[in-house]
């Protein structure tokens, strides 16, 4: 029986205390999709208000205690939604929302999204009594209490594989349509952007700007997501940034922009270009899931993930290189940005997109292979071709990478410097260690200082 | 960086020709990247305003374990009633003294094995040894010492400078405990908390030197799983049994096992921190288990000899280790056991006089020495002892059992009240099952056993041991390898899951294992939080309980939970003197998010955490002076600790008073405007009685001014939820920690909105601050 009064009719229990509980082989009563099952998927769709029919559930094909117990089973949850203030552009925000209200129930396992979905219902949960027809109702309340911009809502599951089949097709249709949708959409389509603080509970002086083309720093808020968040929460972190004039389109200055985060720093900042790495960036937060740094050498950037453990050629690694910039805090080159945003066309735009890319990690160029300019794939460095700086320029430079072009204009050979000699004594030179000696007593027999000849 | 004397007979360059110069130079530090922030070095006095700030929120609470004062001639005094001692002390200030007494030894006892280690790792290894405490993953690789102090460490010698610090600061406050110096019991808890941030420093040093010099796991997640509980020990093997806290003759027993070819021919096993610092050293050592498991592995007989060095190390071992004919090595000055110190004798000489019995025990002061000493003792003894143990046989407990007069005498005397009356009565009746049942709760003090408790001279603990028999044979379990610190990399891979409110805190549960109820409660405890995502952190006896329990599918919580400081994570960073990278891996969230000076800023961080990090603390079974001193720790960093039953018996709590709207007020740092932000966290320090109230405080407790309003909900979810399946019921103050409707758990968002409209309940006009206990870090607008 359930604690929860929202949820007290229902044979399991639902309530976040279940979001990490596992259903492993021997405790499954059934799994629906999984990797040994080709159709499945989970869809959500905004409709027009009279094709809801609000709190119905429909089971195409046998409920849970009808299928046969241990089997893996073809899947689809399909889930009708409408609501005044609904668009189809969130579409894809309340569907994600299904892996977490399914595992808030107990005794269900949800992994994955889309057309990879994994389900286990747990052996006691379905004794208890837990089929669809309860975890319909379960997603229904889950929904509306989250989303009250949700009026109506409707889910039907299908567990008939023929009628799967059918739906699945549609489903990466859809998806598809999804995908290329936002693909295509450029910040010049959107009137607004959204702002984020949701950072600010641990960095009070970071503001993210989240555009159509470059996603929140953390890597886990798309425009998308940013516009869903504004309509459900008005007054909560994430909030709608209007454009207004735009002063540099190249560069990505709105005057909007400006306001918001001069306002929201404290006046800690002025001004926000979206697409680039110096003068005005972005600000980073703590949270980024890449960093850039500027290689003055090669006057490149190089690319360094969280993940990353070892040094980039500069002799950094990824922590030193996020300790130079988090914060809430402009830095040139230095510049936290997440996967996603290396994705899009307006990657620092300004400083040569992929063309200023000198280094980075292979885990992150295998991820961006698509993405990564065909011409250019070979050229980039990872932390097999140069873990220095002598070795990146060299490799940059046998591979004709497009900024070496730029060296000879900007780089005298000169630069080339000889190795250094390490000092054998510790005499204050320049770049090396500044003693300061406080009340030391030096007790000198002679001391000759004679003038270089 | 250390106090230097040099001189140059001669030295020519370009700009110098220098003869016979000699210079000598205090102290002189390298300057690091960050510039000094406003206290390096601090003193008594320095932070004497914060802890006030924190103690007028959460007033002490004072629970006299005993109303006199004992500790100079003039008394001794009562002081119940109002009275005042002859010195003019009243009860409030006599136990926050006993308070500062209590962590200024604790202080004194990590800093002094800190000193210990660190000496004999540069004895071994040279000053200038190199800091590692996790490679290029850990820039910040001494997070208190850098806040506290503001010196980086690089090398073993560095630390020396900090431990002259620290020792500075444990003699003042102990010199603050004596007659006639200190009257005002909040200063006294002021004090109290300095020794606490002065603890975390002192094990900091300690771990560090430690890890760097043995090349333990160096934050890694992925350590290995060893071996713990008494069935895992193969006792057809000679087996050395080493107790305590400083590893280095642990080690150094392995190392000669290692050099001998013997590492396969005997069993190397510890118990309490040496036994988690071992397996550090090599997965080949195994834990036989906690302190409390003392007497019975040494009365099982299955070790052939002891070897103990400092802290919660029985006293009367030396008598225990005697009944069995097991010799006894001490190798530490801090614990001579009244044995002659055999140092500098011929090593020869020492092994036959022990292995021949001419002798029950020595001190060895040379770790190595002592290492090659227990080896050979283990080789010489084995077959001589046949594993002589003193637990009885079946029959022989049934025989003793008749005896019993149920006089109730060492149920009286048993710190948990166990009911052995009744277990002795089942066994004299043949059913040793009730006995047996006692195997889990027992602690091990023997005080049941005390001269003139039990008429007969009924050696109960031996009873319960004996009828435990078949559960000892399967008692093996697995334990992760402390892992050391919390790497940079993971404290901002938690960054976004925080700020979400998908991680809705950090425990960390540690200290020692003498608690009431079995020794799975830790257990039992942490792998409900573990279900709900939070991160679980643990260090020292704690870490080995939660080793000792299998879950619905056999597996230990080790095995079964990933060792990434993440959500659902179980880490365990080692022995006591880890803790640290508890409180520290606290400390990196406020220098890596929001870029908070670390370098002498320690009351900034401690604002930051105190209003911002959802941490707790938990010590179910906190006993030492040393557990009083980490807490106290945690507390000037604003983290709130939950203790066990016993912890009352630390003679004050620091309770908050969510009743008192007044008490709550922060600053929100935007605007330098007063806000209310509700009782987060409600208490800084209590004990409670079940571990069902305390999984019912943790989630309460991560509760923080600045949560999101997604954190918030989905910690009030687990609270509510906790509550409602402990107490059957709503919890009574869920007004006070809604700010928006935001706030409310979606599962539950019907029934609390009832709740608040009968509370009267309205919406918060700055639900989100930033929040701030420090009037000077109002922020000033710029630009």
């Known amino acids: ?453 | 960086m250390k106090k230097a004397r040099f001189k140059v007979d001669e030295l020519e360059s370009d700009i110098f020709k220098i003869t016979g110069l000699e210079a000598t130079v205090g102290n002189f530090y390298e300057e690091w990247e960050e510039t000094p922030g406003p206290t390096p070095m601090p003193d008594i006095s320095t932070f004497r305003d914060w802890d006030r700030i924190l103690l007028n929120k959460y007033k002490p609470f004072y629970l006299p374990l005993c109303d006199l004062c004992c500790l100079c001639t003039m008394g001794k005094c009562d002081l119940s009633k109002g009275k005042k001692g002859a010195c003019g002390l009243d009860m409030a200030a006599q136990q926050s003294r006993i308070v500062l007494l209590s962590c200024a030894i604790g202080a004194a006892t990590h800093a002094g094995h800190g000193r210990h280690m660190v000496e004999e790792l540069i004895s071994k290894f040279g000053s200038d040894y190199p800091l590692d405490v996790g490679g290029l993953s850990v820039l910040v690789e001494a997070p208190h010492t850098r806040l506290v102090t503001g010196i980086k460490p690089r090398t073993l010698g560095d630390l020396e400078d900090v431990l002259d610090y620290v020792e500075k600061e444990i003699t003042h406050l102990l010199s603050c405990c004596h007659t006639g110096q200190e009257g005002d019991n909040l200063d006294f808890e002021s004090k109290a908390f300095h020794a606490g941030m002065i603890d975390h420093v002192g094990m900091e040093v300690c771990d560090l030197a430690q890890i760097s010099a043995f090349d333990f796991p160096k934050a890694d997640p992925e350590a290995s799983l060893v071996d713990i509980g008494i069935g895992s020990i193969d006792t057809s093997k000679p087996v050395i049994l080493v107790i305590g806290h400083n590893v280095p003759p642990a080690a150094a027993i392995f190392d000669y096992m290692e050099d001998s070819g013997l590492e396969d021919s005997i069993e190397l096993t510890g118990i309490c921190c040496t036994a988690l610092d071992l397996t550090r050293y090599t997965n080949k050592a195994k834990i036989a288990g906690p302190l409390s498991h003392q007497l019975r592995f040494i009365r099982s007989g299955i070790a052939d000899v002891i070897v103990v060095d400092e802290q919660c190390i029985r006293a009367d071992i030396l008598d225990e280790a005697k009944k069995v004919n097991a010799p006894l090595i001490s190798t530490n000055y801090k614990n001579f056991q009244g044995l002659p110190n055999r140092t500098n004798d011929p090593i020869d000489e020492i092994v036959s006089d022990l292995v021949e019995g001419r002798s029950p025990g020595v001190v060895i002061l040379d770790s190595d020495k002592a290492g090659e000493a227990a080896v050979r003792i283990a080789m010489g003894v084995f077959p001589k002892r046949k594993k002589l143990g003193i637990i009885p046989e079946e029959g022989e407990i049934i025989e003793y059992a008749m005896k019993c007069t149920k006089c109730l005498s060492c149920q009286r005397v048993c710190p948990n009240y166990l009911p052995l009356p009744e277990a002795m009565e089942a066994a004299a009746n043949g059913n040793l099952q009730p006995l047996s049942d006692l195997y889990e709760s027992c602690i091990g003090c023997v005080r049941c056993e005390g001269e003139g408790v039990c008429p007969n001279n009924l050696k109960l603990h031996s009873m319960i041991i004996g009828a435990s028999r078949s559960k000892i044979k399967d008692e093996k379990f697995k334990v992760r390898v402390g892992r050391g610190a919390i790497s940079d990399t993971e404290i901002r891979r938690v960054g976004g899951p925080i700020v979400m409110g998908e991680i809705p805190g950090v425990i960390g549960i540690v200290g020692c294992s003498n608690y009431p109820g079995s020794w799975k409660d830790n257990a039992i405890m942490i792998e409900e939080f573990l279900k709900r995502r939070f991160i679980v952190t643990t260090t020292g006896c704690a870490a080995m309980n939660i080793g000792m329990y299998k879950n619905e599918d056999g597996l230990s919580l080790y095995e079964a939970y990933s060792g990434a400081f993440d959500a659902g994570g179980l880490v365990n960073c080692g022995s006591c003197v880890s803790n640290p990278h508890i409180s520290g891996a606290a400390i990196k969230i406020a220098s890596i998010f929001a870029k908070r000076k670390l370098n002498s800023n320690y009351e900034e961080i401690a604002d930051y955490i105190h209003n911002r990090v959802g941490a707790v603390g938990i010590s179910w079974g906190a006993m030492s002076q040393k557990a009083s001193s980490i807490a106290s720790g945690f507390w000037r960093l604003g983290i709130p600790i939950i203790v066990g039953p016993h912890g009352s018996k630390y003679r004050r709590a620091l309770l908050g008073r969510k009743d008192k709207d007044e008490d709550w007020y922060t600053i929100d740092a935007r605007t330098g405007k007063r806000v209310y932000t509700g009782p987060a966290p409600e208490h800084l320090f209590i004990s409670v009685e079940t571990k069902e109230e305390a999984m019912t405080l943790i989630p309460k407790l991560c509760i923080r001014p600045n949560d999101t309003t997604k954190g918030r909900s989905i910690k009030l979810n687990h609270y509510i939820d906790l509550h409602k399946r402990f107490y059957g019921a709503m919890p009574d103050d869920i007004q006070l920690f809604v700010r928006t409707m935001a706030d409310i758990p979606i599962t539950m968002k019907d029934e609390i909105l009832e709740i608040l409209k009968e509370k009267d309940w309205k919406e918060s006009e700055v639900p989100a601050p930033d929040p701030t206990l420090l009037p000077r870090l109002v922020r000033k607008r710029g630009g």
């Open chain 1, 1 to 453: 029986m359930s604690t929860s009064g929202m949820f007290a009719d229902l044979p399991v229990d639902v309530g976040l205390a279940h979001e990490g509980e596992r259903v492993r082989k021997p405790q499954m009563h059934i799994e629906f999709g999984g990797p040994d099952v080709k159709e499945k998927f989970e869809l959500l769709r905004v409709k027009d208000p009279e094709e809801v029919e609000d709190g119905k559930i429909t089971i195409v094909g046998p409920d849970v205690q009808d299928l046969e117990e241990g089997g893996s089973f073809p899947f689809g949850i399909y889930v009708e939604v409408s609501g005044e203030k609904l668009e189809v552009e969130m579409e894809g925000v309340m569907e994600r929302r299904i892996h977490d209200f399914c595992n808030y129930i107990e005794g269900f396992m949800h992994l994955n999204q889309r057309d990879s979905i994994w389900l286990r219902l747990d052996k006691k949960a379905v004794k208890k009594g837990l089929n669809l027809e309860v975890t319909g109702k379960a997603l229904q309340r889950l929904f509306k209490s989250e989303m009250a911009i949700i009026e109506k809502i409707q889910i039907t599951f299908i567990t008939d594989p023929k009628k799967v089949k059918k739906r699945f097709q549609e489903a990466l249709e859809i998806y598809e349509g999804r995908d290329a949708r936002a693909r295509g959409m450029t910040d010049n389509d959107v009137d607004v952007f959204y702002g984020c603080t949701l950072c600010q509970s641990f960095a009070p002086s970071h503001i993210c700007v989240i555009s159509a083309q470059r996603y929140a720093n953390c890597g886990a808020i798309s425009w998308f997501d940013g516009r869903a968040a504004a309509k459900v929460d008005p007054k909560g972190p994430v909030f709608e940034i209007p454009k207004e004039k735009c002063l540099d389109e190249w560069k990505g200055e709105y005057e909007g922009i400006n306001k918001i985060v001069s306002e929201k720093s404290l006046g800690e900042i002025s001004r926000v270009q979206l697409y680039t790495a110096f003068g005005y960036p972005h600000t980073s937060c703590g949270c980024f899931e890449i960093t850039t740094f500027y290689v003055p050498e090669c006057d490149g950037l190089g690319v360094v993930h969280r993940d990353f453990r070892g040094q980039t050629p500069s002799g950094l690694t990824f922590g030193a290189i996020a300790d130079s910039t988090g914060g809430g805090r402009q830095v040139d080159g230095f510049h936290g940005i997440s996967f996603e945003y290396m994705r899009s066309p307006k990657f620092l735009q300004v400083d040569g997109g992929w063309n200023r890319i000198i280094w980075l990690p292979t885990e992150v160029k295998e991820k961006l292979k698509e993405y990564i300019p065909a011409e250019l794939y070979d050229k980039i460095a990872t932390e097999a071709d140069a873990t220095d700086i002598t070795a990146l320029k060299e490799f940059l430079r046998e591979k004709g990478h497009p900024v070496v072009e730029k060296w000879v204009e900007t780089l005298p050979e000169a630069v080339e410097a000889p190795m250094l000699e390490v000092m054998p004594v510790s005499t204050p030179s320049s770049g090396g260690i500044t003693i300061i000696l406080k009340n030391a007593k030096i007790h000198a027999e002679k001391v000759i200082i004679k003038r270089a000849k």
